[in-house]
């Protein structure tokens, strides 16, 4: 008998166990889209937080593995990005001869299997990452990323090996042991090229992950693998495959060989409620496609277990039956760390020590509130630093006389604005010293600048994309939550300084991924530049970043033939000395966001607790406060029949 938490993984439960055949249980162990959460801190609000971290996850890995007698510690990419100590180790310290990354040191510490790459290992060039990987000591696999595309994926030179062959000695249920052949493989999202084409240059190619799978896998059989392990850092979506898809598990697991899926990309937990709806997509028995997978979160806030239960017959090994799930924090952190979370705390202490004095280092004044609980309401003072900013950088930068001379807007985004992220995801910078911790709070990613040259037209439909931020509300009703759940806060741009009205009581134009599901509907009502009505045939400059011009997202005209502007800046770097030679924020107030009146209507609204202090600023929505969510959201019942 094999203990799983409160849950038996029993060989004499699967049918073609005969008599005296020995079962090996093997787990599998995942991480995913850590973003260099490594210890509980909020680097942002400059404090402890107990929710998040590896040193935290170190105990659940532990405690995974001594529930079974062969285990197996996997990361699914996107480690290397995602709080100001990566920002501070790449940008200011960097890698000197023999350093060992952060992130790279604490999985030494934990002695991970293998780790594949997500997109977000990208964020700080090739040359970075190259130089933080070689400090593993264990591989690292992608393998439909190459420097070198060959006839097909078997020719390819890849970035790192696609593929590893891990022989391991496995004890079964009676205390016997055997080899296995244990092949892992990883895969990236292909977009990464597009989204990351500043930082690389030309110098990565991808290809799709379905035809990549579908290569390298049978000559892995040939080489004796006896199971195989995908480590896709891609999320579960469409059953259909579709070339070059981000989100790919689903047709991944439909390809044969696979024997287990890692996957991540999207923050989520999987197996859970969130999947329920999909196409051969099985929360109940925690598989994808037939095939056990998991999807555990991310920041170290969970991990993912596949227990896998073996037989072998005949010289080949077979899957009896397996088990996922996925494990969270306790809300209360143990009594005494355990000691390999005691490895992954000394392994970081001293970047830990230098971030905090980093991020503390005084930068300018902002002579009001900066926060983020209302943006979806309209509330754009934080946004507008940034959107300023990207302004005034683009206007220096551009020297083509035919550009010179055209309006300049700027997109933002809250890349904080709780979702997926919690009630505490929320920018909140209370008027005064503005440091550097700010600046990574206003600006979360390392994007570079650029700007696109699109039409009135594009502009609007870029609108419209945001705009499915929102549900869709029923003139009279009195219940509608007001966002999207599945919408992410980093896809809602508005662009300063246009004046924009949205009628609610259209459907949707666009999905959450950005694809079309209603050409005829359109809920921007209007849309002025200075009080006039934006032309659609005239030609405007939009400031974004390296990102969104890859094309991330789907927003209209995102697309290399307008791009007018690319350089290495980063947006984060101009925020910040935007501030510092301004000493003291004023922000302006250009640019608003309004909804159509809709009498007797009111919608739910839910935001940060914090946003309590901050009531005023929406009252023209009449604010009724009702409650807290399970989650801790607080709950806004807001009256939409107002003139716009």
Known sequence: MIVRGNALLNSSTFRGLTAGQRAVHLRVIETTDLHLHLLPYDYYADKPWNGIGLVNAAQMIEDARSEANNTLLFDNGDFLQGTPMGDYVAHERGLREGDVHPVIAAMNALEFDAITLGNHEFNYGLDFLMTALGGAAFPVVSSNLS????????RDTTLVKPYVLID????????????????????????????????????????????TARAYVPEMREAGADL?????????????????????AVPLGRVPGIDALLTGHSHLVFPSPVFSNLTDVDIAAGTVSGKPAVMGGCW????????????????KWEVLGTRSEVRSLPKAPPAAAPQKAQRVAAAVAAAHTDTLAAIRRPVGQSEQPLHSYFTHLG??????????????????QLTDPDLMDLPILSAVAPFKSGG?????????????PLALRHIADLY???????????????????????????SQVRLGSTGTLLRDPDFPGYNFEMINPLDVVLDLSKPARYNADGTMINDKAHRVASVSLHGAPLDPE????????SYRAGGAGNFAGARSANLVLSDEAVARDIVRQYVAQSDTVHVGTGGSLRFTPMPDTSVVFETGPKARHHLSEIARYNPVPRGLTRSGFLRLKLDLSGEV
């Not at 016997?176 to 977009?191: K, W």
């Not at 195989?228 to 790919?248: D, F, K, Q, V």
């Not at 005239?538 to 970043?545: D, E, P, Q, S, V």
């Open 228 to 248: 195989i392990i995908a480590l896709a850092h891609t999320g579960i979506g469409a059953s259909r495959h579709t070339e070059g898809m981000e989100n790919a």
């Open 444 to 470: 979360a990613f390392p994007n570079a600048i650029a700007a696109l040259c699109l039409t009135g037209k594009e502009i609007t439909e870029w609108l419209e994309r945001s705009a499915s931020a929102f």
């Open 300 to 315: 170290g806030a969970h991990i993912g277990l596949i227990d896998i239960l073996l037989t072998r017959d005949a010289g």
């Open 379 to 396: 509330e754009f003072d934080a946004l507008r630093v940034v959107a300023e900013a990207q302004r005034a950088y683009v206007a220096a």
């Open 538 to 545: 005239a030609r405007y400059i939009l400031c974004t970043n």
């Open 147 to 154: 420097v070198r595309h060959g006839a097909n994926p078997l």
């Open 168 to 211: 391991k000695m496995v004890a079964d249920d009676q205390g016997f042991e055997h080899r296995l052949r244990i092949g892992v493989i990883g895969f990236a999202p292909p977009q990464v090229v597009d989204w990351d084409s500043h930082a690389l240059d030309g110098r990565l190619r991808a290809r799709d992950i379905i035809e």
């Open 420 to 432: 997926r992220s919690g009630p505490a995801g929320y920018t909140d910078i209370a008027a005064g």
